[in-house]
């Protein structure tokens, strides 16, 4: 690699300063964002020359539109590529269906007002779980960026409806869970198929061997970007951690009532399994919570709904797998609570990335099954996070109620039992 440059301040530069287009500029200013996150003053220069980059920055550092802004730049008017004709010249590969729509969400906003030859520039979501025809109609119409995961973007590729050799700008976010989900020989094959004098940047909360190997078969001296010291601080300064013991018979009444601590807002829960998701989303519903949940065994308009009722505020809280929360790309979730100890470092990190984002504070609460200690120790020295034995408490105990700003007589029901929201409004139950 090239440089390296460690991001540990957020200079707070407006993106006007910073030599982006005027059409992006305004159409940022339209949803109020107007300055800068550090990471994006730091790649935006960089990126707007047409380096190769390695961005290390977890959740919430602002890393889309660090991508998002100058690809949009470079395709909308750069000399150095191929002008902008409908045919896709800038693609970025996410991991899931939902971090897709959100980063098609993003870039839309930002390229509002970017029109070439009297259309406006087309930025175009492709991602399975949906029939193949209105993707396939899509991309038939012309598309100047795509976003896609990278099984839906190979079988298009494969069956002739989308052309990669145009290809000139190519992102891939999150690397790191691509890598876990098993995408990585996919994504290759996506990347041997662009052109060969292409732009790549990639972004990744951490960086495992098999990544940086990819970045040295793929990009070119990229340039390396620490958000905020990524490597050697991999949780967010901003982010409370609370870690206990808590046994398994007592577990659901801990988490209802850690549910009910002060100033709480929206709330993510995070288990292991879809079985185990299913079942904390219908306990607490039972227990009066508005809730709703995202696991592998909904139907997709199911979890798309879900989402939106999340982001809305319909339901305030939301039980994921680790694989359903990365389409949850919101600033002001309060609290991210695993109700099941992570596998490993890794997916601790992208769990509590979830709070404590765009420069606002979260709590980060860790419930640990007796048997799962030994797991617990291998995260907390692998972070030094120096908490390798947590406390043992009980949903009454002194230390947890004050913690947590509960009164002694709290209780773990809220209300009346309401159904987990899946699709249309949240019911409540009949009886």
Same mark, same amino acid.
């Given at each position: 690699?090239?440089?390296?440059?460690?991001?540990?301040?957020?200079?707070?530069?407006?993106?006007?300063?910073?030599?982006?287009?005027?059409?992006?500029?305004?159409?940022?200013?339209?949803?109020?964002?107007?300055h800068?996150?550090a990471?994006?003053?730091?790649?935006?220069?960089?990126?707007?020359?047409?380096?190769?980059?390695?961005?290390?920055?977890?959740?919430?550092?602002?890393?889309?539109?660090?991508?998002?802004?100058?690809?949009?730049?470079?395709?909308?008017?750069?000399a150095?590529?191929?002008?902008?004709?409908?045919?896709?010249?800038a693609?970025?590969?996410v991991?899931?269906?939902?971090?897709?729509?959100?980063?098609?969400?993003?870039?839309?906003?930002?390229?509002?007002?970017?029109?070439?030859?009297?259309?406006?520039?087309?930025?175009?979501a492709?991602?399975?779980?949906?029939?193949?025809?209105?993707q396939t109609?899509?991309?038939?119409?012309?598309?100047?960026?795509?976003?896609?995961?990278?099984?839906?973007?190979?079988?298009?590729?494969?069956?002739?409806?989308?052309?990669?050799?145009?290809?000139?700008i190519?992102?891939?976010?999150?690397?790191?869970?691509m890598?876990?989900?098993?995408?990585?020989?996919?994504?290759?094959?996506?990347?041997?198929?662009?052109s060969d004098?292409?732009?790549?940047m990639?972004?990744?909360?951490?960086?495992?061997?098999?990544?940086?190997?990819?970045?040295?078969?793929?990009?070119?001296?990229?340039?390396?970007v620490?958000?905020?010291?990524?490597?050697?601080?991999?949780?967010?300064?901003?982010?409370?951690?609370?870690?206990?013991?808590?046994?398994?018979?007592?577990?659901m009444?801990?988490?209802?009532?850690?549910?009910?601590?002060?100033?709480?807002?929206r709330?993510?829960?995070?288990?292991?399994?879809?079985?185990?998701?299913?079942?904390?989303?219908?306990?607490?519903a039972?227990?009066?919570?508005?809730?709703?949940?995202?696991?592998?065994d909904m139907k997709?308009?199911?979890?798309?709904?879900?989402?939106? !009722?999340? $982001?809305? %505020?319909?339901?305030?809280?939301?039980?994921?797998? @680790?694989v359903?929360? *990365?389409?949850?790309? +919101? =600033?002001?979730?309060?609290h991210?609570i695993?109700?099941?100890?992570?596998d490993?470092?890794?997916?601790?990190v992208?769990?509590?990335?979830?709070?404590?984002? !765009?420069? $606002?504070? %979260?709590?980060?609460?860790?419930?640990?099954?007796? @048997?799962?200690?030994? *797991?617990?120790?291998? +995260? =907390?020295?692998?972070?030094?996070?120096?908490?390798?034995?947590?406390?043992q408490?009980?949903?009454?105990?002194?230390?947890?109620?004050?913690?947590?700003?509960?009164?002694?007589?709290?209780?773990?029901?809220?209300?009346?039992?309401?159904?987990?929201?899946?699709?249309?409004?949240?019911?409540?139950?009949?009886s």
């Amino acid at each position: 690699m090239s440089t390296a440059v460690a991001v540990n301040k957020q200079p707070g530069r407006s993106f006007s300063e910073l030599g982006v287009a005027a059409e992006i500029v305004e159409a940022l200013a339209h949803r109020g964002i107007t300055h800068a996150f550090a990471i994006q003053e730091y790649t935006l220069p960089l990126a707007l020359k047409g380096a190769d980059l390695i961005g290390q920055a977890r959740t919430g550092m602002g890393k889309t539109y660090g991508f998002g802004v100058p690809l949009l730049d470079r395709v909308f008017d750069d000399a150095h590529l191929t002008a902008p004709d409908g045919s896709v010249r800038a693609l970025v590969v996410v991991p899931t269906r939902e971090l897709c729509l959100q980063v098609t969400d993003d870039l839309r906003t930002a390229a509002k007002y970017l029109q070439v030859d009297d259309r406006a520039l087309n930025v175009l979501a492709i991602y399975g779980g949906v029939p193949f025809a209105a993707q396939t109609d899509a991309l038939a119409s012309g598309a100047d960026v795509v976003i896609g995961t990278p099984g839906r973007l190979l079988d298009l590729h494969r069956q002739g409806f989308l052309d990669l050799s145009g290809v000139e700008i190519v992102v891939l976010d999150e690397a790191d869970e691509m890598l876990d989900q098993g995408f990585l020989d996919d994504v290759k094959e996506v990347l041997s198929q662009t052109s060969d004098q292409r732009q790549t940047m990639l972004f990744s909360a951490t960086l495992p061997g098999p990544i940086t190997a990819l970045t040295r078969q793929f990009m070119k001296q990229p340039v390396m970007v620490q958000a905020d010291d990524a490597a050697a601080d991999a949780t967010h300064a901003s982010t409370q951690q609370i870690i206990f013991q808590s046994h398994k018979m007592d577990r659901m009444s801990a988490l209802a009532r850690i549910l009910q601590t002060p100033d709480r807002g929206r709330t993510i829960v995070f288990a292991r399994t879809k079985r185990m998701t299913a079942s904390i989303a219908e306990d607490l519903a039972n227990l009066g919570f508005k809730v709703g949940a995202v696991h592998g065994d909904m139907k997709q308009p199911e979890r798309e709904e879900a989402l939106a !009722a999340f $982001r809305s %505020g319909t339901v305030d809280v939301i039980v994921a797998t @680790d694989v359903a929360a *990365r389409g949850i790309d +919101i =600033d002001d979730v309060t609290h991210v609570i695993n109700y099941q100890v992570p596998d490993d470092e890794r997916t601790y990190v992208h769990r509590i990335g979830r709070t404590g984002r !765009a420069g $606002r504070t %979260g709590i980060a609460v860790t419930l640990l099954g007796w @048997d799962e200690v030994l *797991r617990w120790k291998a +995260i =907390d020295e692998a972070l030094n996070l120096g908490q390798p034995e947590p406390p043992q408490w009980f949903s009454s105990s002194p230390e947890f109620l004050s913690t947590f700003g509960l009164p002694n007589d709290v209780d773990d029901r809220v209300g009346s039992p309401r159904r987990v929201q899946s699709s249309g409004k949240v019911r409540t139950r009949r009886s």
